[in-house]
């Protein structure tokens, strides 16, 4: 009917609407009514008063339509959308909202600047993808399991080199150690585990990729199979199990998502910290590192099911270089020396095996070991050249003149004759 007004509620207010009309037509009491809505009976009878007077309108909130009283002015969202577009440019809304407020003092929630800048065309949705794994519960106890993986990415944004962050997460507590470096190989996967396990301790296992610096992807030996090992080991697989830490490979990205999910969260928050912070070399990039991590782990880190820590802490007499190091058997020639990585090492004492093993350290030092002792060498950076023999001079080709009777001269001089002429020689 034109002119009659439209009155929109919410269910939550219908049923409200219901409930109050049948204590204002004495079909149930104010205090059911305040049990069966979840309110006390002082705001049911003001309730019941005000449909009273205004009818059904009585019950949807004053509030309605009216700007909130906590509302922020224009000229703090103007002010927060221009420092976005001048310092934060490409920030999630709740990583902006956290440096406006840490180094602007202007305090918003990571809602309303979410919305400010979906309104300005500053930030898009990002719709999530749904998982169709099988969900995994965390381990109990800190150090029970660590998940390790390399990120390749882009960390200085052109400011510097290309660096590799080499990042470890704790499956129970979500605490995060890492440190850059120039790639993803051998020593860098050693070098990153013997500073976690100075932090930290040796967890109980190691749940990675199958990347080729931690699985082996080699065949056996004869010598190894007749000594009955299954499978080929990495050197990184090699030193962990000398250690006694578990090495759990990994079928796919997803079965270790935390670690995958830490590097999208750390490419997005600490690129655009190391950004605000000028940050240009490695060694800017693992200095500010170790500064921003205990901040993240305190932030983000859980409590785990069970407080016990099971990281194992060295004794100081156990040198952990020994372990976390390229080791290499070599076979000691009849001069007591060896070949190495295309250089020759002199031994300067004789060892009881013609066997010895080169362990090459994270440090860049090398070790040569024989029956588990140290044994003293120099490299040869001379080696004696050979004599070059002289070069010989070729003799000339001596020519074979054949005689006056050879058959090819008799040949040849009846041929160059007519033949008439031969027929008259053969008449005479």
């Known amino acids: 009917m034109a002119g009659e007004d439209r009155i929109e509620m919410t269910l939550r207010e219908l049923r409200r609407l219901k409930v109050v009309q049948a204590a204002v037509d004495h079909h149930v009491t104010q205090r059911?009514?305040?049990?069966?809505?979840?309110?006390?009976?002082?705001?049911?009878?003001?309730?019941?008063?005000?449909?009273?007077?205004?009818?059904?309108?009585?019950?949807?909130?004053?509030?309605?339509?009216?700007?909130?009283?906590?509302?922020?002015?224009?000229?703090?969202?103007?002010?927060?959308?221009?420092?976005?577009?001048?310092?934060?440019?490409?920030?999630?809304?709740?990583?902006?909202?956290?440096?406006?407020?840490?180094?602007?003092?202007?305090?918003?929630?990571?809602?309303?600047?979410?919305?400010?800048l979906l309104e300005a065309g500053l930030w898009k949705k990002r719709r999530k993808r749904s998982g169709h794994r099988q969900w995994r519960a965390r381990k109990e106890c800190f150090g029970q399991m660590v998940q390790m993986d390399g990120s390749h990415h882009d960390w200085l944004e052109g400011r510097g080199p290309q660096l590799v962050?080499?990042?470890?997460?704790?499956?129970?507590?979500?605490?995060?150690?890492?440190?850059?470096?120039?790639?993803?190989?051998?020593?860098?996967?050693?070098?990153?585990?013997?500073?976690?396990?100075?932090?930290?301790?040796?967890?109980?296992?190691?749940?990675?990729?199958?990347?080729?610096?931690?699985?082996?992807?080699?065949?056996?030996?004869?010598?190894?199979?007749?000594?009955?090992?299954?499978?080929?080991?990495?050197?990184?697989?090699?030193?962990?199990?000398?250690?006694?830490v578990e090495v759990i490979h990994a079928g796919s990205p997803q079965a270790k998502g935390r670690i995958e999910r830490l590097f999208g969260v750390l490419q997005d928050r600490f690129i655009k910290e190391m950004r605000l912070a000028g940050i240009r070399t490695k060694e800017e990039a693992n200095a500010f590192l170790e500064h921003y991590l205990p901040i993240y782990n305190r932030r983000f880190s859980v409590l785990a099911a069970n407080q016990t820590d099971t990281h194992v802490k060295l004794p100081r007499h156990i040198d952990i270089d020994r372990y976390l190091c390229i080791k290499t058997p070599r076979t000691v020639r009849n001069d007591n020396t060896i070949a190495h990585d295309g250089k020759l090492y002199q031994l300067a004492e004789d060892v009881s095996?013609?066997?010895?093993?080169?362990?090459?350290?994270?440090?860049?030092?090398?070790?040569?070991?024989?029956?588990?002792?140290?044994?003293?060498?120099?490299?040869?950076?001379?080696?004696?050249?050979?004599?070059?023999?002289?070069?010989?001079i070729p003799k000339p080709r001596k020519l074979y003149v054949p005689p006056k009777d050879h058959p090819w001269r008799k040949d040849k001089a009846s041929k160059s004759l007519p033949q008439w002429r031969n027929d008259a020689f053969r008449i005479r």
């Open 32 to 116: 059911s009514a305040s049990t069966m809505l979840g309110l006390s009976e002082r705001q049911v009878r003001r309730l019941i008063k005000r449909v009273r007077e205004e009818k059904d309108r009585g019950i949807i909130h004053r509030g309605r339509g009216r700007p909130s009283n906590n509302r922020k002015t224009e000229k703090i969202k103007e002010k927060a959308l221009s420092l976005y577009r001048k310092k934060y440019e490409g920030f999630g809304p709740t990583l902006a909202s956290e440096k406006l407020l840490e180094m602007d003092g202007i305090g918003l929630s990571d809602e309303t600047l979410r919305k400010w």
């Open 353 to 392: 095996s013609r066997q010895v093993t080169v362990e090459e350290r994270v440090d860049g030092s090398v070790r040569i070991r024989s029956a588990g002792v140290n044994v003293r060498y120099r490299q040869i950076t001379e080696r004696a050249k050979k004599a070059v023999p002289e070069a010989k």
């Open 165 to 244: 962050l080499m990042g470890y997460i704790d499956d129970a507590t979500n605490t995060v150690f890492g440190r850059f470096y120039d790639y993803e190989g051998t020593l860098p996967a050693l070098d990153s585990f013997k500073q976690y396990v100075r932090k930290c301790g040796l967890p109980i296992s190691v749940y990675l990729d199958k990347h080729t610096t931690y699985k082996s992807t080699g065949r056996l030996t004869v010598e190894q199979e007749l000594a009955g090992v299954k499978e080929p080991l990495s050197q990184f697989e090699r030193a962990l199990e000398e250690l006694g």
